[in-house]
């Protein structure tokens, strides 16, 4: 149960990311990256997307909150926004609801985490620029 609990979360992430990634995207009126538009100052380093949703980019990231939902992503090749780490996942399990109570022992999600990787759920690629992410396998 626990496991199915950690892989919900992930998706859950995944669909954040996914939203406040493409509402930053908009920004961009460029065909650069969204980290090289940040750079060039094509797209403000933070401010407000949607009026009530906050982002402050970061090296390779961004930093999201909307309501009571906090989200740190960094970037993987080609503005891919579904990577993730335990760190990630456990700032954005801090603004989740009491659905995920059982996941906020850290050393049991480390524990499902690893299983995840062993049983081949998710994997880590070692994609540039964040080479310390995992992905979550496809049809899974």
């Not at 985490?113 to 992410?133: A, Q, T, V, Y």
Request: one cysteine or more; glycine letters at 4%; proline letters at 4%.
């Amino acid at each position: 149960m626990y496991k199915e609990l950690l892989l919900k979360l992930i998706k859950e992430y995944i669909s954040c990311a996914n939203y406040v990634c493409s509402l930053l995207k908009e920004l961009n009126t460029t065909s650069e990256s969204i980290l090289r538009a940040i750079k060039i100052k094509q797209i403000p380093k933070q401010g407000y997307l949607d009026k009530d949703i906050y982002y402050n980019a970061h090296g390779v990231g961004c930093y999201f909150e909307m309501q009571n939902i906090k989200i740190d992503i960094d970037f993987g090749p080609n503005d891919r926004n579904d990577g993730f780490d335990v760190h990630r996942l456990m700032t954005f399990l801090e603004s989740k609801g009491d659905e995920f109570n059982a996941l906020k022992d850290e050393k049991a999600f480390q524990e499902n985490f690893k299983i995840l990787i062993n049983e081949g759920i998710i994997f880590n690629p070692c994609w540039p620029p964040s080479e310390h992410l995992y992905y979550l396998k496809e049809n899974k």
